[in-house]
């Protein structure tokens, strides 16, 4: 066998405080869908961004088909035949498609001659995509397209794809595996990132395992079973979240009819949803990102008031209050972005305690603020959570994903929240932090209070939801238990297959 | 090669450190400017740092840098809300012209009744009524149309400066002025005069208030929920919609408070070291405390000490011109150049520098 | 005294055009993603600027040429602080104006007292015979026709090339054209320049044509409209024109009434252009601005 596609020798990236590849070496052959499996923080990022001339490696080298390869920016690694698309799309919302894919070519063709080869591009792979869009009004899996033709374009050699499947309903999955399968089929190498097992062992030719930024193995997926990969992955085994059999109480939360336009120009507008929880239950909803999460989360904290439709709280209709007066009434939230929405980066721990908790700890007295009081809760959520911080007055940015994730949702529980209202609440956070967080969900749960656990990912949903419902373009699909549920129907759910049950209802 | 690396969070040592050594280097650059002038920089430097406060003459300056620090002060600590909350007031001359004429205006509605229970307190709150309502437009714009808060102030500075001319040869003017632009003298009307509470300390109601304004807003920032909800909002705005805050009443309230305390200036400056409303009233004071503010760190302690040494400025770029000759117009430039360099240095109060070998791959 | 409209729509395009010049410049600026405060303080340096390098050559071209140097020496300062210093936009736009308004007061002093330095009208041949639209639109001196001619560059060049292309991506999303591999410092860099540029040239026309004499503070906020205008025209080059124009309109109006002898007071009447500005700021803010306009840019890698 001659030389691989790519080589990877001995890279290795330090920054201050973590050495995020350490020694890292396999090869990538021709024609090879090649996985790239960890979990967060493991280093694949780090690695990806090197291959692609993003960073540049403190130490060890490549070579692609035995020349050296050192990309001092991603031009040089596009003009060497590598792409990638991006986690978070690297696109711009106010250009259209056709714009978009311009700004990612070397040479890009007239304006006219690049709308006609996108769309054949498009229509050659299965994904169709109108090149005169505005990619603002797409959605994540057209975004995701967009992406993917900017990169075929330019008859890459391998193509890397970071995490591609977290923003696809499973249908939408499916899809892509083809259009993969077929690149390949074609000669064309791929580097898949991802940290979800089942999709490696179906559509991975090999696999590499990166924990902690150093290469545990080089394997053949089929060969193993998820069990095993998730071993070397992880490498301890940790505990998964125990679902306890609960007795459910009354219902606390009812959001009825709720319907609210969209904040922004490329946002999402709620229509008429509406669900219940019940004390002690844990609600999951499902959805691609985008489909109106963000904005059910804001009308539910409060930020956004101004929809129609109620949102009721033990027979109380907190709809037209802001956070402060639904916090008071036991209706928590954690939203999605740590940094910068749930937590101030650049306050501190006590800070950040205060911002959600004044109210319901007493924090406050007569417009005065009781400082003592505030770090005293901040250091019960930190130990509680066990948040690995220095101490209090370290701010909020200094955490890493998972501790000032754990932060976070301690900082909620530990209020005793009649309901408490997630929105991706382990996404970005390692294993072990992830399975704590949920068991501290389920915990709550069991101690009575209504849970709604909005996330964009199935399994986890899965693991601790009674029952499951699907945003899709701002409207809550029909909630059904999880008990029974298939893949197939969840793939209906998310896709807006309540179309027909909107005409059902009408009719 | 060097690089800028994000620190964790800000480094406490060079909040301090950048201000005292932003003054330094402003005064290394403002010493080349007056060289390449032809003046002996550093007589210069010491012409205007120095001599007022400990030179031969400092019995007459000293109670000038009290005047002078007064209202810097009292409109810095004003903007602090404001910038702390990323609520850009930049018509604080325009509220502070409004103030003077709004409070001269009540005096010279009463001249010449000797009330001054009445006539005084009834300035004060006139001179605050005015700088609010001129900063209330540009925040209700804002809230409700969503224009530029920015554009809107300054553009209501020049038209206080129109108003304050017109005023001065037309509504105001002096019946007995012999036909001279500019209203009565407040400071010859004893029931509106701010004179010196304690003679030849520059001690009047604006330096107390000031001192005043300092404390209370310490408190505020250090122990008050508002204090905080302001930070919170310029720091982290969509974490401080999240805690409950109203961004739209932070707005107002924090232009309220920035426009009212630059009347309030205004006032003060009208009834006493002024003396009158005038067209060559305006002394760019609320373009001056933009730059207390920042140098201050928005930190009312900081203030204090900021206004303090941008009176001197003032104070010595007099002096400067009269015994040196320097143009009135290089003090502007070296204030500027202040904020400059502070602004700069500032960057390593965020950011770590590393030195870093040019990499041979 | 009459108002002559045709005399009245020739004004119009000469009141209009230093703060066209100075409004496309920053219109550029802007959809790079940088907010640059300091139109005012860069316009005053170009005034100054120009003032001076007319009066010791005696050439108003090279005068033009020297402000638009001096504009874009003193954006550099704002440039290096924002780009590579990073920081904040808002803040160091205001030190940029309030050093700007200094710095001219003081260079400009000694020419207080200098006369004008005529600028030669170019009336286009043919063109400038056309009854009623020759007089208003085609005898006038080179910079307005290069303002016109300008705006419809700028227009070419964001909408027609590459380069344009990569400006506006780099400011909608200055961390994706990053990842892309756009070069986002020099762009926002080069952009600033060209801000600069077109300010001081801007602040030249006043100091040479409009005023045409040296006085402190000679701008009197042409700099802050041109950034309200940029509002208005919601970032697009040809809404740029018809809001300059209107300014112009009011200012020039403003200046025909006064010479009416009207009953309104001169000061009123001269508050008129700051008042309008608002207005209209209030009546169309409805664009939508560049997605990283303002954001501090840090390529950590």
Redo the contacts between chains.
Sequence with gaps: MGDPLLRISGLTKAY?GVVANDDVSFDIGEAEVHALLGENGAGKSTLV?MIY????PDKGGMTLRGAPF?P????AA?AAGVAMV?QH???????NVA?NI???MEN?PKQRDLAARIREVSETYGLPLDPMKIVGDLSAGERQRVEIIRCLLQDPKLLIMDEPTSVLTPQEVEILFQTLRKLKAEGTSILYISHKLEEIRALCDTATILRLGKKVDTCTPAEKTARELATMMVGASFETPAKAARELGPVVLEVADLSMKAPT?FGTSLKNVSFQVKAGEVLGLGGVAGNGQDELILAL???RTGGTGKVMLKGRDLGQE???AR?AAGLL?A?E?RL????????SLT?NA???A?TRKGM?KN???D?GKARGFAEEVIKAFDVRTPGTE??A??LSGGNLQKFVIGREVLQGPEVLVVNQPTWGVDAAAAAAIRQALLDLAAGGAAIVVISQDLDELMEVSDRFGALNEGRLSEIRPVDGLTVEQIGLMMGGAHDMEVAHVDG | MIRL?KR???SQLWTYLTPVLAVVVTMVLGGVLFAFMGKAPLEAIRTIFWDPIFGEFAFYYRPELLKKAAPLILIAIGLSFGFRAGIWNIGAEGQYIIGAICGAGVALAFYPTEARWLIFPLMIVAGILGGLIWALIPALLKVYFRTNEILVSLMLVYVAEVLIKAFSVGLMRNPEGMGFPGSRNLRQYPAAANLELIANTGIHWGVITAVFAVIVAQVFFA????G?NV??AG??P???????V?PSRLVIICMCISGGLAGLAGLYEVAGPSGQILGSFPAYYGFTAIIVAFLGRLNPIGILLAGLLLALTYIGGDAASSSMNLPAAAIQVFQGMLLFSLLSLDVLTNYRIRLKKA?V? | MDINPILLLAAIMVASTPILLAAIGELVVERAGVLNLGVEGMMITGAVCGFIVAHSTGSATVGFIGAAVGGALVSTLFAVMVIFLMTNQVATGLALTLFGVGLAALMGQSYVAEGQIIVPKAPIPGLSEIPVLGPILFRHDLVVYLSVALVVLVWLFLTRS?AG??L??IG??A???H????PVRLVRFLAVMFGGACAGLGGAYVSLVRVPQWIDNITAGAGWIALAIVVFASWRPGRLIIGAYLFGGVTALQLNIQATGLAIPVEYLSMSPYIATIIVLVALSAG?A??SLGKPFHAS?
């Design positions: 201050p961004k001339g993003l960073v540049k050192t001092p920016e991603p031009r596009r991006f799309f690297s696109l711009f919302d106010a250009l714009e311009a700004l990612g890009p120009e904290s409060g930020e802001g956070p402060v916090r939230t939203p972005e910068g929405h749930a937590a101030a980066p650049d306050m800070e205060f911002l959600t004044k406050v417009g005065f603020l400082w370290n701010a940015r200094s | 690396e964790p969070q800000p122990r008050h929920q508002f905080f930070r919170l720091q982290s969509r974490a401080a919609t999240f805690a409950g109203d990499q791959a | 590459r292309l990569i506006r991506a909608e999303n961390e994706a054209a990842a892309l591999g756009h939508r560049p997605g890698s």
